[in-house]
Nanobody, 114 residues
Framework: QVQLVESGGGLVQAGGSLRLSCAAS????????MGWYRQAPGKQRDLVAV???????NYADSVKGRFTISRDNAKNTVYLQMNSLKPEDTAVYYC????????WGQGTQVTVSS
């Protein structure tokens, strides 16, 4: 079992940057896939970025070139660096860990003002 705690959300102006962190309650070394998802009001939860245990990454088309996902196994933490933020990036951002079970964090709000 693993618990995930997101942090780093907040209010930022368009064009600004934020870095989200997802701290896991145990080692993430053996967790095959970790990722970030987001959910805007009235919309479904969508993939933003994922990273495998081997370091391979995949991004939603809407964030390619602006967002970067990374993982620090020594700190049991996954990060999402978000640059050139747009109002349409406003959402609650969730961290996910995929083992034999899906684990989700509680989410962190990101609001981008125009």
């Amino acid at each position: 079992q693993v618990q995930l705690v997101e942090s780093g959300g907040g209010l930022v102006q368009a064009g600004g940057s934020l870095r989200l962190s997802c701290a896991a309650s145990r080692s993430i070394f053996s967790i095959n896939v970790m990722g970030w998802y987001r959910q805007a009001p009235g919309k479904q939860r969508d993939l933003v970025a994922v990273i495998t245990s081997g370091g391979s990454t995949n991004y939603a088309d809407s964030v390619k070139g602006r967002f970067t996902i990374s993982r620090d196994n020594a700190k049991n933490t996954v990060y999402l660096q978000m640059n050139s933020l747009k109002p349409e990036d406003t959402a609650v951002y969730y961290c996910r860990a995929v083992t034999t079970t899906n684990y989700w964090g509680q989410g962190t709000q990101v609001t981008v003002s125009s």
